[in-house]
């Protein structure tokens, strides 16, 4: 419990470190983005929506120049691709292999998705 006048102590994930902050400043500190749900809707495409309430697909075939390493060379293969989960525990997606990207890069290179492009109209181009 925290003396009157004292100010709150708040957790920054980003310098894994403890921080003083008043009040105020509680509203300016940035929301850690996490993909909070996932939907395979074709061949290395996945739409995910984020913590934030946004959604945007993801066409990992167009980032495997930045997705360099043997972890990721697995993820190649349609039906390793295929296999992406999102751990309850986790704030992103993952392969059975240990491969996982950072919130924050899917979120920076997903293309947002109209409102008007239902999950059921993706799925159907994902089926043609």
Sequence with gaps: MNDAGAQPILWNHHSDALQRSSTAAFSEVSMLLAVTKFSLIAPYTLRLEFNDGVVKEVDFSA???????????PLRD?????????????????????ADLAAEFLYEVGVPVQPSRTRRHAQQEFQM
């Design 63 to 73: 980032q495997w120049a930045q997705m360099s390493g043997p972890i990721f060379q």
């Design 78 to 98: 349609p039906a390793f691709f295929a296999q992406v989960t999102l751990p309850p525990d986790s704030e992103t997606i993952e392969w059975p292999n240990g």
